[in-house]
């Protein structure tokens, strides 16, 4: 599926588009599902909460920001189910990730029109921990996504810095502390999408997008793979972001899409 410059320039830089991976007839059945999805389960939020909003909107956009998020629609969509095994993807995560391939999660982040919300820079890592880097997180878009709508903004090369320290907090989702690392200080490239384009990026790229200020949705789901060698890492009990079994986002669906998941254990005398 992929080529050799594609899987190099994916461990290089920490990302790698891919376009049309889902044709238009694809694409299409799974934006219409997810519309469904959004009228019936969907709640608009003002997105992701922080300090770091002081940073990065203006005082009057602040409060006013649009979002509807929405984990793992295949609680409600047979489509988004059996789109877990899509064969071209899967296809490219059997390139990408070391062995066998386990499925994680899947999320919506639904930017509405005029005003829909950004994102501040931060790596996924910290929103499910795993003791490696080979992670995969699969971003599909369904709408046109030009640099306008909030297109993803990721930092070549990141990935391998490992790891970083987020602000975390109860009142805050994970971010990078924007002193440090904010759009106007660390250097960012636009990869804007069309409607069937997947992006993937390591769990480790760091990577961010702004506000959608056109006047249409900015859909894009992502489904994160992993390793079956990785495990979830555990957090200090007063973390709030700590491993919570409870937390259907911290919870592997422990579903193998690609391989088998060898028992490392010696085998029960039979
Ligand atoms: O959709 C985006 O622009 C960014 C979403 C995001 O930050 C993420 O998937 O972790």
Do not use: C, N, V, W
């Given at each position: 599926m992929l080529n050799e410059e594609q899987i190099a320039e994916y461990h290089n830089q920490g990302y790698l588009k891919v376009e049309q991976l889902f044709t238009p007839e694809e694409a299409g059945q799974l934006a219409a599902a997810m519309v469904r999805v959004i009228e019936q389960w969907g709640e608009e939020t003002i997105g992701w909460v922080g300090p770091w909003r002081d940073r990065y909107l203006d005082e009057e956009d602040r409060l006013n920001t649009k979002a509807v998020f929405m984990h793992n629609p295949h609680h409600y969509s047979a489509v988004w189910g059996r789109v877990i095994f899509h064969e071209k993807m899967i296809a490219c995560l059997r390139q990408l990730i070391d062995g066998p391939v386990q499925y994680h999660h899947t999320v919506l982040h639904a930017k509405p029109p005029e005003l829909g919300t950004p994102f501040p820079m931060h790596?996924?890592?910290?929103?499910y921990p795993h003791d490696g880097p080979d992670f995969v997180d699969c971003l599909l878009h369904l709408d046109d996504t030009p640099l306008q709508s909030g297109a993803l903004m990721v930092v070549p090369?990141?990935?391998?810095?490992g790891p970083l320290e987020h602000v975390l907090g109860?009142?805050?989702?994970?971010?990078?502390?924007p002193e440090k690392f904010h759009p106007q200080i660390v250097e960012s490239v636009a990869v804007p999408a069309a409607r069937g384009d997947m992006v993937f990026f390591n769990y480790q790229t760091i990577h961010w997008s702004d506000c959608n200020r056109t006047d249409s949705w900015r859909k894009s789901v992502r489904f994160g793979y992993h390793s079956t060698a990785m495990r979830p890492v555990g957090r200090a009990e007063?973390?709030?972001?700590?491993?919570?079994?409870?937390n259907i986002l911290e919870r592997s669906s422990n579903i193998i899409v690609a391989g088998f998941r060898e028992n490392e254990e010696e085998p029960a005398a039979s």
């Open positions: 790596q996924d890592y910290p929103f090369g990141s990935h391998k810095m109860p009142e805050t989702a994970p971010h990078l502390p007063d973390d709030p972001h700590r491993i919570d079994p409870g």
